[in-house]
């Protein structure tokens, strides 16, 4: 359980009987911050010193201690490497496990007199996290978000590179936050993060499921492995509270085993929470007492829909539900995410992050729904990630426009050539496609456009908000929606 009431003068005393770990050393040390890089301590830090996959954190002490690190964290193996040492040390057979907690007292328990929500899910989590927000700031709300985008304090950005940050940096961000007079917060739970235990000590007033499909499993190795961690955050563990998509057949295998107060969301059938479309980007929210909502969508795409609708009703659950809630939610607008960048002879052009099979497939669904002309998308995949998904990615491509590009995306260490025959070959399994093989990410968006005819549109998939392409660890700037606004302004 979480424990409130930490005092304002936090000693390694205190946290070793807080943690149930050993200490060795003096009782008495104040500490104020903790960090898990050598690079990033400073004064009055614990240094947290443990097991990572290539070397142990304990080879960084000294580093870390002439920065001013006041105390250490580790376990019974760094505790052998690190010898003797001047400073007091905490010992435990699990610190990662520790790294939450411990954090959340040396911070001082920032999430207290905040309303927390968690995403989870394969596909919309940064989508959803970012309609629950607006959602919450057309409420009243002081609002800060957590996720693949960065960090936000309302409009405020702070660039960060994980999804979910690492405990240490969650709960300094929740305290800088706390100080900046944020009372809500939402954030993306990625399973990395909870297979890490990033977010340890945290448990969220709800937390939501957008869907799970094939991605990560170079992480994971199956999906029932992947499944079984982004399960635990619906356990009173993490959560009060959830809804989840049983559109998605690993919700509805989540919603049946599920310990925690929780409403469903669907688009296909029954279901606590349900939407109806009406009209081009019109629909019709009920809800599990029956009232009915109007609610326009500005962003294309079924997936959308969905995420709109578990947006609606985390936000219901925490006691805001009006028409004006509903209109934020759907109002919405994502760097990346569905993103309509220009308009080119009567055609749409959109970007989207779109980089999974489902997600694909989702995304060009929901245009088919707006748009009678013909549907053009671009596509790659990026390196030295999850391969066996590339095929698939060009088939359901295929299956949902008129023509497909493929091209590069990221494409890091290996050959961009061999991604790009791989997603080919899966495309070349659909009939009713015209299929491309474009090198050169710019090259494929101005194939692209010469495609664009009335009522149609054309949707550049993969990198979303991403401004760099990763190519043999070098990260070359390049985003896709500048590509677009400079060709389309010269055509």
């Not at 304002?8 to 040390?29: E, Q």
């Not at 009335?454 to 908000?465: N, V």
Request: glycine share 10%; proline share 4%; hydrophobic share 45%.
């Amino acid at each position: 359980m979480v424990e409130s009431g930490v005092p304002s003068v936090v000693t390694t005393a205190y946290i070793a009987s807080k943690l149930n770990c050993d200490l060795i050393g003096s009782p008495d040390v104040v500490v104020n911050g903790i960090s898990l890089n050598s690079q990033s301590v400073t004064a009055g830090d614990v240094f947290a010193a443990i097991p990572g996959r290539n070397f142990h954190g304990a080879k960084f002490v000294l580093q870390a201690l002439a920065s001013g690190a006041v105390a250490i964290l580790t376990d019974p193996e760094g505790l052998e490497l690190i010898g003797h040492q001047q400073v007091p040390v905490l010992v435990s057979p699990s610190p990662r496990s520790l790294l939450g907690p411990a954090s959340r007292l040396i911070f001082h328990a920032p999430e207290e007199d905040m309303q927390l929500v968690g995403i989870t899910g394969t596909n919309g989590k940064t989508t959803t996290a970012f309609m629950v927000a607006a959602g919450a700031r057309a409420a009243g709300r002081h609002v800060g978000l957590i996720g693949t985008l960065g960090i936000f304090i309302d409009e405020e950005l702070i660039p960060h590179a994980r999804t979910t940050p690492e405990a240490p940096d969650l709960f300094r961000t929740l305290a800088h936050m706390k100080s900046m007079g944020v009372d809500f917060v939402v954030m993306e739970v990625s399973s990395i993060a909870l297979e890490e235990c990033r977010i340890d000590g945290l448990i969220f007033d709800a937390v939501g499921f957008t869907n799970l499909s094939h991605d990560h499993l170079d992480y994971h190795g199956t999906m029932e492995a992947y499944f079984d961690v982004k399960s635990r955050l619906f356990s009173s563990t993490y959560s009060r509270s959830s809804v989840i998509n049983i559109d998605d057949r690993w919700g509805q295998r989540l919603i049946t085993g599920a310990q925690i107060p929780t409403e469903s969301v669907s688009l296909a059938g029954r279901a606590d929470w349900t939407a109806a479309r009406v009209g081009s980007g019109q629909y019709v929210v009920t809800s599990i007492r029956g009232t009915q909502t109007p609610m326009h969508l500005s962003m294309p795409g079924k997936i959308n829909v969905a995420n709109a609708l578990l947006a609606v009703a985390l936000l219901a659950r925490l006691g805001y539900d009006s028409p004006e809630i509903a209109a934020a939610v759907g109002s919405a607008r994502v760097p990346g995410r569905g993103e309509l960048i220009a308009t080119l002879n009567g055609a749409d052009v959109y970007v989207d992050y779109a980089h999974s099979p489902d997600a694909i497939a989702e995304f060009l669904t929901g245009l088919h729904d707006r748009y009678r002309g013909r549907i053009v998308v671009v596509i790659g995949a990026g390196g030295d990630r999850d391969s066996s998904k590339r095929a698939e990615m060009g088939l359901v491509a295929a299956q949902n426009s008129s023509v497909v590009i493929v091209t590069d995306d990221n494409p890091r260490s290996e050959d961009p050539t061999e991604i790009r025959e791989a997603i080919t070959a899966g495309a070349m399994g659909a009939s009713n496609a015209e299929i491309r093989n474009t090198a050169g990410r710019e090259n494929a968006i101005r194939l692209a456009l010469t495609f664009a005819e009335p009522d149609g549109a054309i949707a550049i998939l993969g990198k979303g908000h991403e401004s760099t392409m990763e190519i043999m660890g070098e990260l070359v700037p390049f985003s896709d929606a500048d590509v677009i606004r400079a060709l389309v302004h010269n055509v």
